[in-house]
């Protein structure tokens, strides 16, 4: 029996609904704000245009990771095109807070 592809794609965020992502990115606050990687993820965020002005300022003047983070978390929960961007950036700089992610397994032994 044949089954349609399009019936067994994953459903986008928009379908999902907007908390899905902002709930992951909670769950996973403590692992980015202390994986070294990020800061490359940022910048490259910031050269997409991920950010605004007064955003790059404020990542800019971040105290510590943790604050950096939470302005991430805070644009990002926002964005949902931001979110994705994040999630493709993920990919280049940073594959395995991708695959966190996408197992939702913060750090632990995924697979």
Do not use: Y
């Not at 990771?65 to 095109?81: G, V, Y």
């Amino acid at each position: 029996m044949d089954v349609d592809r399009k019936s067994r794609r994953a459903p986008s965020l928009k379908m999902a609904g907007t908390g899905v992502w902002v709930r992951l990115l909670e769950r996973h606050r403590a692992r980015l704000s202390k994986d070294p990687d990020m800061n490359r993820v940022v910048t490259r965020l910031i050269k997409r245009g991920i950010f605004s002005i007064p955003e790059e300022r404020q990542l800019a003047s971040a105290v510590d990771a943790s604050e950096r983070t939470d302005l991430l978390i805070e644009k990002l929960s926002r964005d949902p095109e931001a979110f994705r961007e994040f999630c493709m950036t993920l990919e280049e700089c940073a594959p395995h807070l991708l695959s966190e992610f996408v197992f939702d397994c913060g750090g632990k032994n995924c697979v």
